[in-house]
């Protein structure tokens, strides 16, 4: 097999999105969004084969990859071919990380020649969406009390609203402003990168296919939302979710209007993972997710 690299750009959205659709894992690194959004921060490459793609990851000086796109009934053969890849073409062992549930049982790897190793950090939260549009019942009071406190607070002055590629500039200029009044302490600069990736993905905008939204308050946007949506599970991926963080109940309130506004026909919401932040995590876990997808680390021994 000759293996030719491939860059992850825009122009070959159309054209490797459909290996995106041969498996349905829940997970957002299946969702095509997803690739471009951190395809700077791992310096992504992919290898395309009349199966499926396999990745190449490098961060520093690691070299990775991640669950490969294909079928279930071929994702034995692509594990296998990557594995070559590392060790024959690369010189290196395998590290296969974000590998979801399923796939650790389609591959039944044997624990003599693999370390496989749950990883918290990035295990993706699942929400009932129905829930998250209403925010009823108890669980959700005092998320409720927030919303209620920002309507009353700016009545008359707030507007919820999709956006589209032209609206960009004051996305940019958003996140610019919240970057620099934002410190989070994050060893892999991961919330950096994050931003950057949005940057791409906004330049890009009109290639790729998202859903934004933006909550406005005396016609300045405060807070923005992108997302992608899988019709085959019904589930809406929020990638983004960015907002002013000294007014009350922006958070819950634009969590609450995307979903409503962008996502109605959405069963279910997998609002990604955690990456180990605490503050996060305590966040995605005060909107009661119905499910933790699991995923793992396959490195090789």
Same mark, same amino acid.
């Given at each position: 097999?000759?293996y030719? $690299?491939?860059?992850v750009?825009p122009?070959d959205y159309?054209?490797?999105?459909?290996?995106f659709?041969?498996?349905?894992?829940w997970?957002c690194?299946?969702i095509?969004?997803?690739?471009?959004?951190?395809?700077n921060?791992?310096?992504?490459r992919?290898i395309?084969y009349e199966k499926?793609i396999i990745w190449?990851?490098r961060?520093?000086d690691?070299?990775f990859t991640?669950t490969p796109?294909?079928a279930n009934? !071929?994702?034995?053969?692509?594990?296998?071919?990557t594995q070559?890849y590392?060790n024959?073409e690369?010189?290196?062992k395998l590290?296969?990380?974000? @590998?979801?549930?399923?796939?650790?049982?389609i591959l039944?790897?044997s =624990? !003599?020649?693999?370390?496989?190793?749950e990883?918290?950090?990035y295990f !993706?939260y699942i929400?009932? *969406?129905e829930?998250?549009r209403?925010?009823?019942?108890k669980?959700?009071? +005092?998320?409720?009390n927030?919303?209620?406190?920002f309507? +009353?607070?700016?009545e008359?002055?707030?507007?919820f609203?999709?956006?589209?590629?032209m609206?960009n500039?004051q996305v940019?200029?958003?996140l !610019?402003?919240?970057?620099?009044e934002r410190?989070?302490?994050? =060893?892999y600069n991961?919330?950096?990168a994050e *931003?950057?990736g949005? #940057?791409?993905?906004?330049d890009?905008?009109?290639? $790729?296919?998202m859903?934004?939204?933006?909550v406005f308050?005396?016609g300045?946007?405060e807070?923005? &939302?992108?997302g &992608? #949506? &899988? &019709?085959?599970?019904r589930m809406? #991926?929020?990638?983004?979710e960015?907002a002013?963080?000294?007014i009350r109940?922006? #958070?819950p309130?634009?969590n609450?209007?995307?979903?409503?506004?962008?996502?109605?026909d959405?069963?279910y @919401?997998?609002?990604e993972d955690?990456m180990g932040?605490?503050?996060?995590?305590?966040a995605k $876990?005060s909107?009661?997710?119905i499910?933790l @997808?699991k995923k793992y680390?396959?490195i090789?021994?």
């Amino acid at each position: 097999m000759k293996y030719e $690299l491939h860059e992850v750009i825009p122009e070959d959205y159309e054209e490797i999105k459909k290996y995106f659709k041969l498996r349905n894992p829940w997970t957002c690194e299946n969702i095509i969004l997803d690739a471009y959004l951190w395809k700077n921060y791992y310096d992504a490459r992919y290898i395309k084969y009349e199966k499926g793609i396999i990745w190449i990851y490098r961060n520093k000086d690691e070299l990775f990859t991640c669950t490969p796109l294909a079928a279930n009934e !071929d994702l034995r053969e692509s594990f296998e071919l990557t594995q070559k890849y590392f060790n024959e073409e690369l010189g290196v062992k395998l590290h296969m990380y974000l @590998v979801d549930e399923e796939a650790i049982e389609i591959l039944n790897l044997s =624990e !003599d020649k693999y370390i496989i190793e749950e990883d918290r950090d990035y295990f !993706d939260y699942i929400y009932d *969406a129905e829930k998250l549009r209403n925010l009823s019942g108890k669980k959700y009071h +005092k998320k409720k009390n927030h919303v209620n406190a920002f309507k +009353k607070e700016y009545e008359g002055r707030y507007e919820f609203r999709l956006m589209c590629c032209m609206e960009n500039g004051q996305v940019r200029e958003f996140l !610019d402003n919240w970057i620099k009044e934002r410190q989070i302490e994050d =060893e892999y600069n991961r919330v950096d990168a994050e *931003a950057e990736g949005i #940057y791409y993905i906004l330049d890009n905008c009109h290639m $790729l296919k998202m859903r934004m939204g933006g909550v406005f308050i005396d016609g300045k946007l405060e807070a923005f &939302s992108i997302g &992608s #949506y &899988s &019709s085959t599970e019904r589930m809406a #991926y929020i990638h983004v979710e960015k907002a002013n963080p000294n007014i009350r109940g922006l #958070y819950p309130f634009i969590n609450m209007e995307f979903l409503r506004q962008g996502f109605e026909d959405a069963l279910y @919401v997998n609002r990604e993972d955690d990456m180990g932040l605490e503050g996060l995590r305590k966040a995605k $876990l005060s909107y009661h997710p119905i499910k933790l @997808v699991k995923k793992y680390n396959i490195i090789e021994k």
